[in-house]
C-alpha cells in the first residue's frame, strides 16, 4: 500500500491506524483528524486528559470515525472515555477534563456531499488518501 507513511500532528501514521483498523477508508482518516484537531485546539493531554461523545457514528462505515478518534485523541472503550450516541448527524464533542473546554466538530457540507457520493472500497480508499493531505480546517466546521 502506498502513502502510509504520512505523518498526523500527533505521530499517529496510517500505517499504525490501518493495521489497528483493519482497512484504510475515509471514515478513519478523519477520525485521525478530528482527534489531532481537537487536542490542538483544546491544548489537552491526549489519553487521559479529554473525554469524547460521538454522534450520528452508529454503523459502518461512520462507526470507523470512532477508531481514528481513538488512535489520535487517546479515547478508548477499555479507558472509558469515549461513548458513541445515536443521531441522524455526525457531530463530535470532545472535552478537556482539566478545564471543561469542549469543542464541537462536525464534517463540512461539501464533506458529507463527496462521502455520499463514493461508490466501492477502491473509491473511498483513494478519496482517505486524499484527505489525509488535507488542512482539518478544509473538512471540519468547529464550535466552542
Ligand atoms: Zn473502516
Not at 490501518?18 to 482497512?23: A, L, R, S, V, W
Not at 491526549?46 to 457514528?57: D, E, L, S, Y
Amino acid at each position: 500500500m502506498q502513502n502510509c507513511n504520512l505523518k498526523f500532528r500527533n505521530k499517529i501514521d496510517l500505517k499504525r491506524a490501518i493495521d489497528f483498523h483493519g482497512h484504510l477508508g475515509p471514515y478513519l482518516v478523519l477520525g485521525l483528524l478530528m482527534g489531532d484537531l481537537a487536542i490542538k485546539k483544546l491544548e489537552c493531554k491526549k489519553h487521559f486528559g479529554i473525554k469524547v461523545i460521538v454522534k450520528g457514528a452508529f454503523n459502518k462505515p461512520k462507526s470507523c470515525l470512532i477508531d481514528g478518534i481513538q488512535l489520535s485523541a487517546g479515547c478508548t472503550y477499555g479507558k472509558g472515555n469515549i461513548q458513541k450516541l445515536a443521531s441522524d448527524r455526525i457531530e463530535v464533542l470532545f472535552r478537556n477534563t482539566e478545564n471543561n473546554k469542549k469543542i464541537a466538530i462536525r464534517l463540512n457540507d461539501g464533506l458529507i456531499k463527496k462521502l455520499t457520493s463514493l461508490r466501492g472500497h477502491n473509491d473511498s480508499e483513494v478519496f482517505a488518501k486524499e484527505l489525509s493531505r488535507l488542512s482539518p480546517t478544509d473538512l471540519f466546521n468547529f464550535r466552542f
